[in-house]
C-alpha cells in the first residue's frame, strides 16, 4: 500500500506537527508501507528555501513543492503553477492521501479538492483545538478564527474520507460538523 502524508512543513523544520508526522511515517514503513511525505520547499530559517527537492529521511521519501511566503508564517504560502500538476501527478500514485493541518493552507485546500476529483481515499488529521479563537487578544484575528472554526472547517470536513481526531472534544467537534467518519485515537 503506498501512503502520501500531507503537511506544508516537514523536516529539516522541526515542530511538534513535525515530529508527529515524523513518527507515524517511520513506523509506516517499518510494518513494510510505502511512505512519502509530500511539503513544502520552505525553511523557517530566513535565506534557506533552497532544500532538495527529493530525498529520503530515516526511510522516508520526501518530495517538496516550491512555493513562496506571502503571508505570517502559520497562514498561507503560494504553490508554484508547474508545481500545482506536479502535485496531481504524485497524488494519482497513492492508495490514502493523509494529510496534516494545523492552519489553514494552500496545500491543504488544493489537496483535497484534487483528492475529490481523482477519487483518491483520503483522511485528515486536522490537529484542531475547538474554540481556540476565543484565547486570541485582537478582535480581528478571533474574528478570522471564529469564522474559520465554525464556517470553514466544517466545510472541509465534508470533502474528506475520514477524520482523525487527537481529542473527545475535538471528535465531538467533527462528528457535529460534518458527514464523514471520524475516528478518535487514545
Known amino acids: 500500500m503506498r501512503i502520501l502524508m500531507t503537511y506544508k512543513f516537514y523536516l529539516p523544520n522541526y515542530g511538534g506537527v513535525e515530529m508527529l508526522i515524523h513518527t507515524i511515517a517511520k513506523s509506516l514503513v517499518k510494518q513494510g508501507y510505502e511512505v512519502n511525505v509530500l511539503t513544502l520547499n520552505f ?61 489553514p493552507s494552500l496545500l491543504l485546500f488544493i489537496t483535497l479538492k484534487l483528492c475529490d476529483k481523482l477519487g483518491v481515499y483520503n483522511v485528515w488529521q486536522p490537529i484542531f483545538i475547538p474554540g481556540r479563537y476565543r484565547h486570541y487578544k485582537e478582535a480581528s484575528l478571533r474574528l478570522i478564527g471564529y469564522t474559520y472554526d465554525e464556517y470553514i472547517l466544517p466545510l472541509l470536513a465534508k470533502q474528506v474520507d475520514a477524520i482523525i481526531a487527537l481529542t473527545d472534544e475535538e471528535a465531538s467537534f467533527f462528528q457535529r460538523k460534518s458527514q464523514s467518519t471520524c475516528l478518535c485515537t487514545r
Not at 525553511?43 to 518530495?63: H, Q
Not at 497562514?75 to 493541518?101: A, G, K, N, W
Open 43 to 103: 525553511s523557517r530559517k530566513v535565506g534557506e528555501n533552497k532544500m532538495p527537492r527529493e530525498e529520503y529521511i530515516d526511510g522516508v521519501k520526501v518530495i517538496r513543492l516550491n512555493t513562496t511566503r506571502p503571508l505570517k508564517d502559520q497562514v498561507d504560502y503560494f504553490i508554484s503553477t508547474m508545481d500545482l500538476v506536479h502535485l496531481r501527478r504524485i497524488l494519482e500514485q497513492f492508495d490514502i492521501i493523509h494529510i496534516f493541518s494545523s492552519m
